[in-house]
């Protein structure tokens, strides 16, 4: 083989590793979240189309029973490097922290039980609660609250605990700052109407997820098949009737949140975390010694006056070696 013949040769041989180098990253490239932001530039998430209906008229979603999704319901899932485990039951949770909301980007896209977003319905998105469910939001600093179909995964973003539909965001009032403090408690046909002052570190809610953090497109369904129409959660069936949720125990608003760092059993591991605590410049730590509605000794930080300031502490506490800290309030 000649020179010329030689450096072809090599030029192929390079060509061809490449090409092989390009696969092998396909192949193990991750699946792209959904729903699928747009490669067009997408509007602002308050630029609503000109006949978009009255979202303060947009009734509540009616638990209703529904046979769990065939899509967005794997035994676990990783997220940005985070395991996230589907609850096997949603009957019970109950949870205190950070909503979120979702808009025009997504209006259309696929959730991950394949139906599309529909930002003017009453539904949200969950990391773990099996898919789907319906469950009461509120506001826990006005004491405004919705009833929503869970139907998609997520937040993915570090202390959010649900993502609410623009129709279900305005009725918390909670579109302009973007973010609230808000109780979930799950709804059933069957329980329609839960107590709102349930303890918020129920072990449902312990369990919930494992890390902390729109979602890959678990099992959906091929682009041609379509996902079969899915019924009004208003609407009743006659093999299922619909239950309208009863009136909701609205707690008072206080504006006083806390993060409750941990609940010991001991009160010297207590106090030794106040320590720890102080010792690390993190300021308003206190104990709160046990009553007759909780036997364990809570250390906790507050008040907390912004989700921004319980964004940040939950971050230092995270740091301090704190991971399970969440909202509480009194």
């Known amino acids: ?24 990253a396909c192949a193990h490239a991750p699946p792209h ?25 947009v009734p509540d979603a009616v638990p209703r029973q529904e046979p769990r999704s065939a899509f967005g319901n794997p ?20 949870e205190r922290g950070v909503a979120s909301w979702y808009g025009t980007e997504f209006h259309g896209l696929r959730t991950s039980t394949g139906e599309p977003y529909d930002m003017f319905a009453m539904t949200a998105a969950h990391k773990t609660l099996p898919l789907p469910c319906y469950a009461r939001v509120t506001n826990l600093s006005n004491g405004r609250n919705v009833v929503v179909r869970i139907n998609d995964r997520g937040p993915f973003v570090a202390n959010r605990i649900i993502d609410l539909s623009f129709s279900a965001a305005t009725r918390l009032d909670m579109i302009r700052n973007g973010t609230a403090f808000v109780q979930v408690e799950v709804l059933t046909p069957a329980a329609p109407s839960l107590n709102v002052s349930m303890p918020v570190n129920a072990p ?6 494992v890390g902390v953090s729109s979602v890959p497109a678990m099992n959906a369904p091929p682009a041609a098949a379509q996902p079969a129409p899915v019924a009004p959660p208003a609407a009743a069936t006659a093999t299922a009737p619909a239950v309208a949720p009863g009136p909701a125990a609205v707690p008072e608003p206080t504006g006083s949140f806390y993060i409750q760092v ?69």
Do not use: K
């Not at 979240?33 to 008229?57: E, G, H, I, K, M």
């Not at 449902?204 to 997820?209: D, I, K, L």
């Not at 030794?272 to 102080?278: E, T």
């Open 1 to 24: 083989m000649n020179a010329p013949e030689r450096g072809m040769a090599r030029v192929w041989r390079c060509a061809a590793a490449a090409a092989l180098l390009q696969l092998a």
């Open 33 to 57: 979240p959904s729903p699928a932001r747009p490669s067009a530039p997408a509007p602002p998430a308050t630029a609503l189309q000109r006949n978009a209906p009255d979202v303060n008229q």
């Open 262 to 330: 941990g609940a010991y059993s001991r009160a010297d591991n207590a106090s030794a975390a106040v320590r720890r605590l102080r010792a690390a410049g993190v300021e308003h730590v206190f104990a709160l010694a046990p009553d007759a509605h909780q036997p364990l000794q809570r250390v906790r930080i507050g008040p907390i006056a912004s989700v921004q300031q319980f964004d940040a502490t939950i971050e230092r506490l995270g740091a301090l070696g704190f991971p399970n800290a969440r909202l509480a309030q009194d």
């Open 204 to 209: 449902a809610a312990q369990a919930a997820s």
């Open 75 to 94: 035994p676990f899932y990783y997220v940005g490097g985070h395991r996230y485990v589907v609850l096997p039951s949603a009957s019970g949770y109950a």
